[in-house]
Nanobody, 123 residues
Framework: QVQLVQSGGGLVQAGGSLRLSCAAS????????MGWFRQAPGKEREFVAG????????YYADSVKGRFTISRDITQNTVYLQMNSLKPEDTAVYHC????????????????WGQGTQVTVSS
């Protein structure tokens, strides 16, 4: 059974940094894509970043490009989201997700989800 367990997040001042982790287990992920999504109160879930497990190609939403970095550690079966220069509008619940195949920006195309973690950026 696939499990995605998240850690990290919390409260930070604007301009600060946080790192989210997503530990994956239950299968071989070499043919999978991993994504990070976020959902702020009253807003729809949106794609933040994605990475191909095999090869490491990355994708970013325009709103986070240049500030966030997605990466993976194959030996640890873990995906990270390093978030720098955080802004109050980055405040949301962040979820990692996994799907077979390529990165997709549509959350409905992901099969497995982490439990979510709150990120709050104060101004």
């Amino acid at each position: 059974q696939v499990q995605l367990v998240q850690s990290g997040g919390g409260l930070v001042q604007a301009g600060g940094s946080l790192r989210l982790s997503c530990a994956a287990s239950g299968r071989t992920f070499s043919s999978y894509a991993m994504g990070w999504f976020r959902q702020a109160p009253g807003k729809e879930r949106e794609f933040v970043a994605g990475i191909h497990w095999n090869g490491g190609r990355t994708y970013y939403a325009d709103s986070v490009k240049g500030r966030f970095t997605i990466s993976r550690d194959i030996t640890q079966n873990t995906v990270y989201l390093q978030m720098n220069s955080l802004k109050p509008e980055d405040t949301a619940v962040y979820h990692c997700a996994a799907r077979g195949g390529l990165v997709a920006i549509d959350s409905d195309r992901y099969d497995y989800w982490g439990q979510g973690t709150q990120v709050t950026v104060s101004s």
